[in-house]
Protein backbone atom coordinates (compact mmCIF):
# COMPACT_ATOMS: atom_id res chain seq x y z
CA UNK A 1 0.00 0.00 0.00
CA UNK A 2 1.64 3.46 -1.20
CA UNK A 3 0.97 6.28 -2.64
CA UNK A 4 3.59 8.23 -5.22
CA UNK A 5 3.78 11.70 -6.02
CA UNK A 6 5.25 12.88 -9.18
CA UNK A 7 5.11 15.83 -11.24
CA UNK A 8 7.12 18.61 -8.99
CA UNK A 9 10.03 20.64 -10.54
CA UNK A 10 11.12 24.09 -11.04
CA UNK A 11 8.87 26.69 -12.85
CA UNK A 12 9.02 30.59 -13.03
CA UNK A 13 6.19 32.87 -11.27
CA UNK A 14 3.11 33.04 -12.86
CA UNK A 15 3.46 29.35 -14.44
CA UNK A 16 1.95 25.66 -13.97
CA UNK A 17 2.26 22.70 -12.58
CA UNK A 18 0.57 19.53 -12.63
CA UNK A 19 1.10 17.06 -9.61
CA UNK A 20 -0.13 13.80 -10.08
CA UNK A 21 -0.47 11.11 -7.09
CA UNK A 22 -0.73 7.24 -7.48
CA UNK A 23 -2.09 5.08 -5.35
CA UNK A 24 -1.20 0.93 -5.23
CA UNK A 25 -2.16 -1.32 -2.85
CA UNK A 26 -5.36 -0.20 -2.65
CA UNK A 27 -8.42 1.62 -4.45
CA UNK A 28 -8.64 5.05 -4.31
CA UNK A 29 -12.40 5.22 -4.07
CA UNK A 30 -12.33 4.08 -1.00
CA UNK A 31 -10.10 7.07 0.19
CA UNK A 32 -10.17 10.53 0.99
CA UNK A 33 -7.01 11.86 -0.55
CA UNK A 34 -5.59 15.18 0.25
CA UNK A 35 -2.14 17.56 -0.64
CA UNK A 36 -0.19 18.35 1.82
CA UNK A 37 3.09 20.81 1.55
CA UNK A 38 6.18 21.40 3.75
CA UNK A 39 8.46 24.20 3.37
CA UNK A 40 11.86 24.77 4.36
CA UNK A 41 11.91 25.95 8.11
CA UNK A 42 7.93 25.71 7.76
CA UNK A 43 5.22 23.50 9.07
CA UNK A 44 3.40 21.31 6.74
CA UNK A 45 -0.05 22.77 5.82
CA UNK A 46 -2.89 21.52 3.97
CA UNK A 47 -3.39 22.31 0.34
CA UNK A 48 -6.32 20.79 -1.07
CA UNK A 49 -8.00 17.00 -0.62
CA UNK A 50 -11.21 14.71 -2.37
CA UNK A 51 -13.00 12.25 -1.78
CA UNK A 52 -13.67 10.74 -5.07
CA UNK A 53 -16.25 8.05 -4.51
CA UNK A 54 -18.45 11.48 -3.43
CA UNK A 55 -16.93 14.22 -5.60
CA UNK A 56 -16.41 16.67 -2.66
CA UNK A 57 -13.28 18.59 -3.01
CA UNK A 58 -11.93 21.27 0.01
CA UNK A 59 -9.31 23.71 -0.95
CA UNK A 60 -7.35 26.05 1.91
CA UNK A 61 -7.50 29.57 1.01
CA UNK A 62 -4.44 29.91 -0.88
CA UNK A 63 -5.19 27.57 -2.66
CA UNK A 64 -8.86 28.64 -3.75
CA UNK A 65 -8.74 29.66 -7.25
CA UNK A 66 -5.63 28.95 -8.43
CA UNK A 67 -5.38 25.20 -7.54
CA UNK A 68 -7.84 22.26 -8.76
CA UNK A 69 -7.91 19.11 -7.30
CA UNK A 70 -9.20 15.74 -9.61
CA UNK A 71 -9.50 12.24 -9.50
CA UNK A 72 -9.14 9.26 -12.30
CA UNK A 73 -10.56 6.44 -10.70
CA UNK A 74 -9.24 4.28 -13.93
CA UNK A 75 -5.31 5.54 -13.23
CA UNK A 76 -6.47 5.31 -9.33
CA UNK A 77 -4.79 8.70 -9.42
CA UNK A 78 -5.56 12.38 -8.02
CA UNK A 79 -4.06 15.24 -9.54
CA UNK A 80 -3.37 18.65 -8.41
CA UNK A 81 -3.18 21.12 -11.08
CA UNK A 82 -1.43 24.24 -9.95
CA UNK A 83 -2.03 27.50 -11.89
CA UNK A 84 -0.40 31.19 -11.47
CA UNK A 85 2.30 30.35 -8.88
CA UNK A 86 4.12 32.33 -6.59
CA UNK A 87 7.48 32.03 -5.26
CA UNK A 88 5.48 30.95 -1.66
CA UNK A 89 4.45 28.08 -3.26
CA UNK A 90 7.77 26.73 -3.20
CA UNK A 91 7.42 23.52 -0.83
CA UNK A 92 8.09 19.79 -0.92
CA UNK A 93 4.23 18.74 -1.77
CA UNK A 94 2.75 15.57 0.04
CA UNK A 95 0.07 12.99 -0.50
CA UNK A 96 -1.94 11.31 1.64
CA UNK A 97 -5.04 9.22 2.03
CA UNK A 98 -7.39 7.83 4.78
CA UNK A 99 -10.48 5.99 5.03
CA UNK A 100 -13.06 8.01 3.42
CA UNK A 101 -15.22 6.69 5.89
CA UNK A 102 -13.11 7.89 8.62
CA UNK A 103 -12.22 11.37 7.35
CA UNK A 104 -14.36 13.79 5.34
CA UNK A 105 -12.53 16.09 2.50
CA UNK A 106 -12.19 19.00 4.86
CA UNK A 107 -11.17 17.06 8.04
CA UNK A 108 -8.52 15.66 6.33
CA UNK A 109 -7.10 18.61 5.64
CA UNK A 110 -7.56 20.02 9.31
CA UNK A 111 -6.24 16.74 10.69
CA UNK A 112 -3.48 15.03 9.03
CA UNK A 113 -1.67 12.76 11.46
CA UNK A 114 -5.37 11.60 12.86
CA UNK A 115 -5.59 7.92 12.40
CA UNK A 116 -3.13 5.54 10.14
CA UNK A 117 -3.07 7.70 7.25
CA UNK A 118 -0.99 6.73 4.34
CA UNK A 119 1.28 9.18 2.74
CA UNK A 120 4.25 9.67 0.33
CA UNK A 121 7.69 10.83 -0.02
CA UNK A 122 6.31 13.65 -1.87
CA UNK A 123 8.14 15.92 -4.67
CA UNK A 124 9.44 19.08 -4.71
CA UNK A 125 8.35 22.25 -6.41
CA UNK A 126 9.87 25.33 -6.59
CA UNK A 127 8.93 28.92 -8.34
CA UNK A 128 11.27 31.48 -9.03
CA UNK A 129 10.56 34.76 -9.28
Known amino acids: VQLVESGGGLVQAGGSLRLSCAGSGFNVDDYTLAWFRQAPGKEREGVSS????????AYAEDAKGRFTISSDTAKNTVFLQMNSLRPEDTAVYYC???????????????????????WGKGTPVTVSR
Open 50 to 57: ISPIIGTT
Open 96 to 118: AAAPFGVMSASALLKYPNYGSNI
